[in-house]
């Protein structure tokens, strides 16, 4: 399953709507993402610069995007951003498949001393082969 977290902000008609007669509208957001395939781990109402804060979980993305747009639709919320989120664990085997290729990209870095500064030079192993970089400072 993948982790998504979103952030949007509440339209003024939405806002106006729920000042004029309050309720807790997580079990709504709730039911139309778990209708689509998701499942809401934690939804917040935030204050700053969004006014809610929704992290889901999904098969794919599309179980979480398409209750969103159907919010979005309906005129409730705007200014929405949907990133994915991995646990630190998830992020190290991630970091982890970056190893071996990294160390292949970086082979020499020397310092020069110039008349005015350092000069950097890396010899790396690029995708089109050897090159160097002079870096002055």
Not at 75 to 101: C, D, H, Y
Request: hydrophobic letters at 45%.
């Amino acid at each position: 399953m993948i982790r998504l977290v979103t952030r949007g902000r509440y339209s003024h008609s939405f806002v106006k709507a729920l000042l004029d007669a309050p309720e807790d509208r997580e079990p709504a957001v709730r039911k139309l993402i778990e209708e689509a395939g998701g499942k809401v781990i934690s939804y917040y109402m935030t204050t700053g610069d969004s006014d809610f804060l929704l992290i889901s979980e999904a098969n794919e993305s599309e179980a979480i995007i398409a209750p969103l747009m159907a919010f979005s639709a309906a005129g409730m919320i705007s200014n929405v951003a949907t990133v994915r989120a991995w646990t630190a664990a998830e992020f190290k085997s991630i970091a982890m498949l970056v190893i071996p290729q990294a160390s292949s990209l970086y082979v020499m870095r020397s310092n020069e001393k110039i008349k005015g500064g350092t000069r950097t030079k890396v010899i790396r192993n690029g995708p089109l082969g050897r090159e160097d970089c002079l870096l002055s400072r």
